[in-house]
């Protein structure tokens, strides 16, 4: 019997070139019309400019072994995100450094006066940060939170911060530097032909076959083993009740030659409707496009309806509870392997996903050679 990979972003990806490279037959199935999930990018039409169809998404790990794997399957330029951010009418950079707290107060602090002066406006009070914004107070004080990350999370979000887990803002860095790289990890960039193209050489090994716009659901053969990285909830038929989630629209706009001077631009006003414009061009310096038609999305985010692309897992109270059920339905399904952003319902960074589909991978080949089933 052939085993079967329900989803084609990195997850699925790596997983099913493994098991044909152990000489098994897979089908991998994708709803899309395209692999490389979210991930997916392509050449915009009009513009000839290479577009991260479902937002930015750049590549960054500590993960030597992630790292390490993603360049056999494509060549990644080094690619540093530095975030531009528009707040109160001023331009700023994020994260927050030395510069943005030296413009923000009209100061010209070095790193240690801004520590003890950050510090005098933190809520010292706050010990154990309980949510995201005790964490922000505690860190940062009022004033820089209200202006970066009050309005722009309850965009981003729908709620207010004080119901949000500290974990979204332990994301984001606070630096006493002049460093403006929105990441820390060792390894960034972004692969020149474009994460589809990755993806498509991952999948490219004999003993796989791919096929494109079919659900899961409608698939009838039987398999050895699935592995599903498809919403978890989805699964189960939403027996348990539907795991909720963030959406994202795209307005998606052209100019002529330079729109914004960079890749991304926040809007942290609750005053403007988006959460940031991304003009991808500048996610591909490397293609020296710097004349012609220009592309830009600007991206809003909403509660994800029944028929809408699952983006940001919301993990609330309530979900957490429908979560605990949905694991130990998954954890009690024989023969089914549960993987990735969607099929675990966290919010998984591209490198975390990578790093997970290769433990899989090392489990896989536990089994196999123990003369297990999987
Ligand atoms: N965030 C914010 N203002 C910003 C950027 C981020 O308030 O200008 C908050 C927001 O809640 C977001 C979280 O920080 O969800 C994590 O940001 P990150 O850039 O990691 O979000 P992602 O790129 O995954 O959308």
Redesign the pocket.
């Known amino acids: 019997m052939r085993y079967c990979v329900v989803g084609g972003g990195f997850s699925g990806a790596i997983v099913a070139r493994h098991l044909a490279e152990k000489g098994r037959q897979v089908l991998l199935i994708d709803e899309r019309a395209h692999p490389g999930g979210n991930c997916h990018t392509e050449r915009d039409a009009s513009t000839g400019v290479m577009v991260h169809r479902y937002?930015?998404h750049i590549f960054h790990t500590a993960d030597r072994r992630a790292w390490d794997y993603v360049r056999r399957f494509g060549t990644f330029h080094p690619y540093i995100n530095r975030?531009k951010?528009v707040s109160q009418g001023k331009i700023y950079t994020?994260p927050i450094s030395l510069l943005t707290i030296n413009q923000f107060f009209g100061t010209t602090m070095g790193p240690a006066e801004a520590r003890r002066f950050i510090a005098g406006k933190a809520d010292r009070t706050i010990t154990e940060p309980r949510n995201?914004e005790e964490q922000a107070l505690s860190m940062i004080g009022p004033d820089l939170y209200r202006a970066?990350?009050?309005?722009?999370?309850r965009k981003?979000?729908g709620i207010e911060?004080a119901e949000?887990p500290a974990s979204?803002?332990k994301?984001?860095p606070v630096r006493f530097s002049y460093d403006d790289n929105?990441f820390t990890h060792p390894w960034q960039g972004i692969p020149e032909a474009g994460y589809t193209a990755v993806i498509r050489n991952i999948l490219s090994v004999p003993g796989l076959e791919i096929r494109l716009g079919a659900r899961f659901e409608d698939i009838e053969e039987p398999f050895a083993h699935v592995f599903y990285t498809g919403p978890l909830d989805r699964f189960f038929g939403f027996r348990n009740g539907r795991l909720g989630y963030r959406t994202l629209d795209f307005e998606r706009f052209e100019g002529e030659g330079d729109y914004q001077g960079t890749a991304v631009m926040?809007y942290?006003d609750e005053t403007t409707p988006w959460?940031?414009i991304s003009e991808h061009r500048h996610f591909a310096p490397w293609e020296n496009i710097t004349s012609g038609r220009t592309v830009c999305f600007k991206e809003f985010s909403r509660l994800s309806g029944r028929n809408d692309i699952p983006y940001?897992p919301i993990r609330l109270v309530d979900e957490k509870k429908m979560l605990g059920e949905y694991l130990s339905m998954a954890r009690a399904t024989a023969g089914v392997s549960f993987l990735g952003r969607l099929g675990t319902y966290r919010?998984l960074?591209m490198d975390v996903t990578v790093s997970e589909a290769l433990s899989a991978c090392d489990l896989i080949n536990q089994t196999l050679e123990s003369g297990q089933q999987l």
Do not use: K, M, S
């Open positions: 937002g930015p975030v951010a994020l995201f970066f990350f009050y309005g722009y999370t981003q979000w911060p949000l979204i803002l994301r984001l929105y926040n942290c959460t940031r940001y919010y960074d």
